[in-house]
């Protein structure tokens, strides 16, 4: 039984992993597509089924391992032996046990899947860290990807021939804070509330895009103000605001960036696994 449809599946808050899943797609050609944006709560409260004669490209963002809300993303995933390429996207530092987790969770939803790859994006919560990445290079690999991942599915080879590994930090606590989340898989990553604090400018127009955006309906745009607790810290809402009135208030969040900036300044490539 050939493929049929092509369903483009992505968790993007601000918006790098959805252009990462569009261009590793892009070389699949003659099939329908589908797309299956689980940004808003109401798309995840959906069950998303996927049969053997369909083919989801995934992508999710990391941070060390899957971001948030990988338990209710999967949970509305139900694949039925469904051919399955998966993608991460990371700030240029480390994706850690992202791709492993990756795996065992689509393999635990009924998906095969055939294909994994790990690549850099500018970082969600500082900007100049991998600044103008996915640059043309970049993008020419996930290309190359794409390809050779449909062509071997098309060949009926849904198999992982090579198994994702660790990727480790060159930060000795990065390394502590991955070697913890191998140890513990159950335990989702979560930002502490202190790291969270944003604000709103009086730049603010009220277009309501952040409101729309926003993973955890966290957002009162006539208040003002963020529901701390509710929120991901995906960072969505400062990064989709056309008017840049969004910006975090965390003197803790600002501390941790300044010390991954000086480790991220070295360029890492894109990893893929067939």
Known sequence: MGIKKL????????GSTERAVRTVA?????????VHDLLTSGSRKKKHVFSPDDLVVFGMMTAGKLFTLSDEIFACLEGHDTPFIGIITYGNGYYGIALTE??????????????LGAFISRHSMDTAIAHGRPDAEDMKTMRDFGRKAFMKI???DYSLHERPKTNWSSWEMGNKVIAYREEHPE???????????????DDCIRCGVCVQRCPVDAI???ARTFDLEACIGCWGCIN???????TS???DMADIMRKFGARFEARREPEFFL
């Open 220 to 222: 009162d745009i006539e």
């Open 102 to 115: 990756m795996l065992g969770r689509a393999e635990g939803r009924g998906f095969k899947v055939a294909a």
């Open 154 to 156: 098309q060949g009926g």
């Open 187 to 201: 335990e989702p990553y979560a930002l502490p509330t202190d790291c969270k604090a944003k604000e709103i400018s």
């Open 7 to 14: 369903h483009l599946v992505y968790f993007s808050p601000s």
């Open 249 to 251: 208030t965390s003197q």
């Open 26 to 34: 892009s070389v699949i050609e003659g099939l329908s597509v589908e």
């Open 240 to 246: 989709r605001c056309p008017r840049h009135a969004i």
